[in-house]
């Protein structure tokens, strides 16, 4: 069975600091990957997808992720963080199968500091 | 493309009350998903439709929860004799019939029993 680990249910950072959001896998085939970010009172928005193509994904808003097999992680990144960046984060795996649904982790609560 | 969209956003109601919610999906995605998100959890998977066809249900949708997809158009998610346990974000999500496991999300309808 798929699932999902993300150390760190809260990080904080200051504004233009690096950003770096844990998530560890587990997959009993070639996994398909996400992160999604979750705004106050919103529902999810897709910020970038790994699927078995290039292993350095870049995904919107300047973040991106580096999936490593042999450390079945896929931690998402951003070189510079923003105030608007504040936000839950969540990392997904597709369960595969027929009904494809997604497996979420239990998030990461992201506070930029001025 | 308008998005999925979900209806009430917010709905506040007494325990024991049956409540409806309404997901409409971005109109050419065939697959429909429901999850339920509690506060400091990711979203947890409750059921999927493939057109009309409900093929998956979790273990979490007890027998009060009911969903449906007539027509494979929108679908409505029933819950009744609500408990104050049934507090959360029920969110919608849809994909298109192809194998990316990319889901899309609605904002959410926020449920609170009291």
């Known amino acids: 069975a798929q699932s999902v680990t993300q150390l760190g249910s809260h990080v904080s950072v200051s504004e233009g600091a690096l950003v770096l959001l844990r998530c560890n896998y587990s997959s009993s085939v070639p996994p398909y990957l996400f992160w999604y970010v979750q705004y106050p009172n919103q529902g999810l928005q897709l910020l970038l997808k790994?699927?078995?193509?290039?292993?350095l994904v870049k995904g919107i808003n300047g973040f991106e992720a580096e999936f490593k097999k042999s450390e079945t992680s896929f931690h998402l990144t951003k070189p510079s963080a923003h105030m608007s960046d504040a936000a839950e984060y969540f990392c997904a795996v597709s369960g595969g199968g027929a009904t494809n649904k997604l497996i979420f982790g239990t998030g990461t609560l992201l506070a930029v500091q001025p | 493309d308008t998005g999925v969209s979900q209806d009430p956003r917010h709905k506040i109601t007494k325990r024991g009350q049956n409540v409806t919610f309404r997901c409409d999906p971005i109109s050419e995605h065939n697959r429909l998903y429901w999850y339920r998100q509690t506060l400091g959890q990711g979203p947890e998977f409750l059921t999927y439709f493939q057109n009309e066809a409900q093929l998956e249900k979790s273990r979490l949708l007890s027998d009060r929860f009911s969903a449906e997809r007539p027509k494979g158009s929108f679908s409505t998610l029933e819950i009744q004799r609500t408990e104050q346990g049934d507090s959360a974000m029920y969110l919608c999500?849809?994909?298109?019939?192809?194998?990316?496991?990319?889901?899309?999300f609605g904002e959410g309808s926020r449920l609170t029993v009291l």
């Open positions: 790994y699927t078995s193509a290039a292993t």
């Open positions: 999500a849809s994909s298109p019939d192809r194998d990316t496991g990319e889901l899309f």
